[in-house]
């Protein structure tokens, strides 16, 4: 069974799973906007997963008899600049999302809920692949040059993410 205080940090976790869904949905159209087909592929599967993040602590507050209650989402911004500025917003995203896993296992802790942190050490080691996977690829951008074709070129590797 949850405490309380760990079934409300763990609907907080949903809500903020669900709004990075919505967020990189958001970066998505944004890279549509700019014809990189390639970046917006990559977005649309971070949103997926996100979503899967989402529906991963909908079901493990379920199977640990607590109630899930869903919360309004804020609406994400509609422009994110260049493809470099979009991709440091989606590294400066996922440390954020890093912290808030953070704050919620030292909550675990504290309820001394040993089911919610072995739980979480799949959140955890998750964050440290995100993290790495969205700074790749902005050092990859600030190596290209300002209107240098090779972003095509990065553009095309991303489009193969989940393809493989």
Known sequence: ??????????????????????????????????????????????????LGHAYKLFDFVHERGGRVAL????APPAEYGTPLQLFEQVYKHEQHVTSLIHKLYETAVAEKDLATQVFLNWFVTEQVEEEASALEIVEKLKMIPEKSG??????????KRGRD
């Open 150 to 159: 090779a972003i095509f070129q990065l553009d095309k590797e991303l489009g």
């Open 71 to 74: 919360r309004t989402l804020e």
């Open 1 to 50: 069974m949850l405490s309380q205080k760990m079934q409300d940090a763990l609907n907080a976790q949903i809500q903020a799973e669900a709004y990075s869904a919505w967020l990189y949905l958001g970066m998505a159209a944004h890279a549509e906007q700019l014809n990189l087909k390639g970046m917006a592929h990559w977005l649309r599967v971070q949103h997926q997963e996100e």
